[in-house]
């Protein structure tokens, strides 16, 4: 049987399911948020073992009328590969922990909750309710429209909102930095590095462990680094990457250029040259770690996620996530020559730009 349009009804029922899909996604956030707030990674963590059903709602104290609703929660959980559901205890259902979810207990050291806070938080979430109206304006962003300034301003003027995002960053980088210990080569011959955008100094601080006689600068904004103190070999310098960055062996621009449109970023990458250039001479490198798009050889997932940050920097900055295609356009018009991008993690790669 067709419909009016021509579709056949097999069509418009998957069509369906793709809409409803998405329209209910944002419960996959809000059921992540959840049981941080209820702490069950803490939980399941704690008890050292699979929890069963009832002990876990035994401990959380949830009504009896709610148990079947909390069973729902971690079986939607344990679909999306938060939680791993076995049979233990005479055939009661109980759970684990899988990678995903360890990446929430609070004393893991290598715990994302920190992020997951700061991109749910209420006041910043809700700025995407104004996506109609950022597409109308040329150069707002969707903070711009909602809160009244852009993020970076916003994060100046509220201390406890600059202090989530800095740990946020912080703890993203701590996961990253897994991948970055294994890239020596990357580092090796260097004197001098600039951390651009380095916040409290995670990168910087591992790259100084691994590579003691390499003097690290992290440059931010002077909100982030203001109450910072470094070492022999690393130093924060309170700055702005469009007007001047220190000079160096090398420029590290981690998670940076996905902020900007391309225009800003040809300003931040001609200032990375002419800081490595100067150099006593040596040829110097920028160290870009970003996003590739490239969704011929991605896994579906992979590249869905990227697809995702993409649409939020294009929402939030005005910046994007760029294929080769677009890396290779960028770095030509801003002077640079040559480079290499090699994968780091599971969506990031490391791109190594020389001029």
């Given amino acids: 049987m067709a419909s009016s349009n021509g579709r056949k009804a097999t069509e418009i029922f998957q069509g369906q399911a793709i809409l409803y899909r998405c329209m209910f996604a944002f419960l996959d956030s809000m059921c992540l948020k959840s049981i941080i707030e209820l702490g069950i990674p803490d939980i399941i963590h704690k008890h050292g073992q699979p929890i069963t059903l009832s002990e876990l709602v035994s401990i959380l104290n949830v009504p ?81 429209i909602s809160l009244g300034c852009s993020l970076w301003d916003f994060l100046n003027k509220n201390p406890s909102y600059n202090e989530l995002f800095n740990e946020a960053m912080t703890r993203d980088s701590q996961v ?35 590579f003691p006689d390499l003097k690290c600068v992290v440059l931010d904004r002077p909100r982030v680094v203001e109450n910072l103190s470094g070492n022999n070999n690393l130093t924060y310098v309170a700055g702005d990457m469009f007007k001047t960055i220190p000079k160096a062996d090398a420029v590290l621009l981690k998670w940076i250029l ?35 798009i490239n969704e011929k050889q991605d896994e579906q997932k992979i590249t869905e996620l990227k697809l995702l940050w993409d649409v939020s920097m294009a929402c939030a900055f005005n910046g994007k996530e760029r294929n080769e295609e677009e890396w290779n356009k960028l770095f030509m018009e801003a002077g640079l020559q040559d480079y290499k991008i090699s994968p780091l993690t599971g969506y990031l790669s490391l791109i190594e730009i020389y001029p």
């Fill in 176 to 210: 990253s930095n897994l991948a970055l210990r294994d890239c020596k080569l990357v580092f090796e011959g260097l004197e001098s590095i600039v951390d651009v955008g380095g916040g409290t100094g995670a990168t910087a601080k591992m790259i100084c462990e691994a």
């Fill in 64 to 144: 009896p009328a709610r148990v079947g609703h909390v069973q729902s929660l971690m079986r939607y959980l344990a679909h999306h590969g938060f939680f791993e559901r076995l049979r233990i205890h005479l055939e009661k259902e109980s759970y684990a922990l899988t990678a995903a979810s360890e990446l929430l207990v609070k004393s893991s050291e290598l715990c994302l909750t920190p992020m997951v806070e700061k991109v749910l938080d209420p006041t910043l979430s809700a700025s995407f309710h104004q996506m109609k109206k950022w597409v109308y304006e040329e150069d707002l962003s969707v903070f711009d």
């Fill in 258 to 292: 996905h902020d900007w449109a391309d225009k800003d970023c040809r300003k931040i990458l001609e200032n990375c040259k002419e800081a490595i250039s100067s150099n006593n001479g040596k040829r110097g490198k920028i160290i870009v770690i970003d996003m590739v």
